[in-house]
C-alpha cells in the first residue's frame, strides 16, 4: 500500500493496537511534537527509536535533543547512528512502513510542506534481518551521554566552533583497547561475510563485531588481520604451502589442530569438545568463506548443497585456485 505524507500518521495509528507489543522507528531526524502525536499509540509497547543526531542536525533544529527526555519519561529506548538515513516504522518485526518520510512536522504532512511517498508491506524474517543489519552499530543514549551532549551544544552552538571528528569522539567514542585476548575457539566468526547470516542483535554476532571494532557491514577490512592470522586460519594455509592437497577439508583441519599441543588443549585434548567448537554457529564453516572472502583469487569454498544450511565435517572444504 502507498501512503502520502498525509496518510502516514493515521495509518500508525490504525495499525498499532492493543496486541501490538513491539516498536520501531528510524528517522535521520526526528522531533519532539511528531513523537508526542504518536504518544498515546505508543503506551505500553515497547519501543526503540534510531535517529542520526549529527551536531548540526541539533544545532539547527532538524532534530530535538529533547527526544531523549520524552524516551525517558515513556520508557522507550534511544539509539544514534550517524550514517542512519533510513525512514521507518516497524510494527512486531512483521509490518513496516519505509519510504521518504522524517518523523518531523514536515516529513509527516502536519505542516503542508513536504511531498513524501511510504510504502507498506508485510516482511518475513529474513527480509527483517536484513532491514536491521546495520542497527547493531547504533549507540544507545543514558544520561551520561545526553548530558554531555547537551553541555557540548550549549558550550559550542554560540561560536559555530566544532568539528564532526571533534563531537564523535567527545561524546560518543568510549575509546575501545585494541583486540588482544588469548585465543580461543569461540573467537571464530559466528556468522559469514556474503549472506543473510548475520542476525540482528544476536549476542554472539554482536560480540565479534565489537571484538573486531567492526562498524559497518560494508567495510570488513578491520578484522581481516584476525581472519588470515588466527591460529586456525595459520594451520590452513601452512597445510597448503606444503603442497600436499589442493583442498583443506573440514576433517582435516580437526587432525591439524589435534596434532597442535596448544590448541588442542583448548578443549582439553578430546575430539569431541573439538567438533562442537567447530561446530557451534559453523564457525570453522564460517571461517572458511571469510578466507574466501578476503582472497577471491586465492580460494574458493566448497559445499554439499544438501548441507547448505547445516556444513560440518564432510560437507564442506576451502579449496585452492
Known amino acids: 500500500m502507498l501512503l502520502d505524507q498525509n496518510e502516514l500518521i493515521p495509518k500508525i495509528k490504525d495499525i498499532i493496537d492493543e496486541n501490538t507489543k513491539e516498536v520501531l522507528i528510524s528517522s535521520a531526524y526526528i522531533k519532539t511534537s511528531l513523537l508526542k502525536k504518536l504518544e498515546s499509540v505508543l503506551d505500553q509497547k515497547d519501543v526503540s527509536i534510531y535517529v542520526r543526531w549529527e551536531i548540526s542536525d541539533l544545532i539547527n533544529g532538524a532534530s530535538d535533543l ?7 519519561v515513556n520508557g522507550w529506548k534511544l539509539f544514534r547512528h550517524n550514517q542512519l538515513h533510513a525512514k521507518f516504522i516497524l510494527i512486531d518485526n512483521a509490518v513496516v512502513i519505509l519510504g521518504s518520510s522524517n518523523y518531523t512536522l514536515s516529513g ?17 524474517d529474513q527480509q527483517v534481518n536484513h ?6 552499530f547504533s549507540k544507545e543514549i543514558n544520561d551520561i551521554i545526553f548530558n554531555k551532549l547537551k553541555s557540548f551544544i550549549e558550550d559550542k552552538a554560540p561560536t559555530n566552533q ?41 549476542h554472539d554476532h554482536l560480540s565479534f563485531m565489537k571484538d573486531h571494532n567492526i562498524r559497518s557491514h560494508y567495510d570488513y577490512e578491520v578484522v581481516k588481520d584476525f581472519i588470515e592470522k588466527n591460529p586456525i586460519s595459520t594451520l590452513i594455509f601452512e597445510f597448503f ?6 583442498r583443506c577439508q573440514w576433517g582435516k583441519v580437526e587432525r591439524l589442530i589435534m596434532e597442535n599441543k596448544m590448541l588442542f588443549s583448548l578443549v582439553d585434548n578430546e575430539r569431541k569438545q573439538l567438533k562442537t567448537a567447530l561446530g557451534n554457529n559453523h564457525r570453522l564453516f564460517n571461517l572458511f568463506c571469510w578466507l574466501e572472502y578476503f582472497n577471491k583469487d586465492k580460494y574458493r569454498v566448497w559445499n554439499r548443497e544438501e548441507y547448505l544450511n547445516d556444513p560440518r565435517e564432510g560437507t564442506c572444504s576451502l579449496n585452492r585456485l
Open 66 to 72: 529533547e527526544v531523549y527526555e520524552l524516551c525517558k
Open 131 to 136: 532491514l536491521l543489519k546495520d542497527y547493531s
Open 241 to 246: 604451502t606444503k603442497g600436499n592437497s589442493e
Open 108 to 124: 509527516t504532512g502536519q505542516n503542508k510542506r513536504n511531498i513524501e511517498r511510504n510504502y507498506l508491506a508485510n516482511l518475513d
Open 162 to 202: 566544532y568539528e564532526h571528528f571533534e563531537f564523535d569522539e567527545i561524546i560518543f567514542e568510549e575509546g575501545q583497547e585494541e583486540y588482544s585476548v588469548p585465543f580461543t575457539f569461540d573467537q571464530l566468526p559466528p556468522f559469514r561475510p556474503h549472506d543473510n547470516s548475520f542476525i540482528p542483535f544476536n
